[in-house]
């Protein structure tokens, strides 16, 4: 059996984790309630798996997106997760 993912003790000090399920982030930004801070992988409250293959799409898209934000030029990528 495995045992209910939870957020680390951290996230939950600081106030970034404020769900059972993690950091709560804008689906299509990954940005959290705070500015400019971001949460992907097992930390972030997403609907999809916590696989490495999800946060290794979620690091290319946030990759992307935040050079498309410093560099004021491009589009951002939509945050489409392909899970199975």
Do not use: F
């Not at 410093?70 to 199975?84: D, M, S």
């Amino acid at each position: 059996m495995v045992p209910p993912h939870r957020p680390a003790q951290v996230l939950r000090d600081s106030g970034l984790a404020d769900t059972e399920l993690g950091v709560r982030v804008d689906y299509d930004t990954l940005e959290t309630k705070w500015e400019n801070v971001y949460a992907i992988g097992d930390c972030a409250d997403m609907p999809a798996s916590k696989a490495g293959g999800v946060a290794h799409q979620e690091a290319d898209i946030l990759a992307h997106n935040l050079v498309v934000k410093i560099k004021k030029r491009g589009e951002p990528k939509p945050v489409r997760l392909h899970t199975i």
